[in-house]
């Protein structure tokens, strides 16, 4: 299997970075998100969506998803799956 790649650019808040930078005080104590979380490592692609929703408080998921819709047309579980890794990545190198 190819290693996972980046999520494209999107503006603003949509981005990983810009998502990471709006989440609250205390996300990593957030039980819920790490419920989502280990059903998204389990492999649970229903798990996919509601992480996205804890993941991007400043910017409605239905932004995020245009931004990750392929020249296809298609939103793609593994580009979402990718930007929730690459929002955790971002908030954690901003905390380092």
Known sequence: MAAPRKTAAVAGPATPEGAAAALPEGWRDDMELFDLLCELDAGS??????????????????AVREGLRGEDGIVR??????????VIE????KNS
Not at 77 to 86: L, M
Request: charged residues 10%; contains cysteine; aromatic residues 6%.
């Open 45 to 62: 692609v229903a798990a996919i969506g509601p992480a996205m929703e804890k993941l991007s408080p400043a910017c409605p998921v239905s």
């Open 77 to 86: 579980i593994t580009a979402c799956r990718q930007w929730v890794y690459d």
């Open 90 to 93: 971002a908030a954690n190198a």
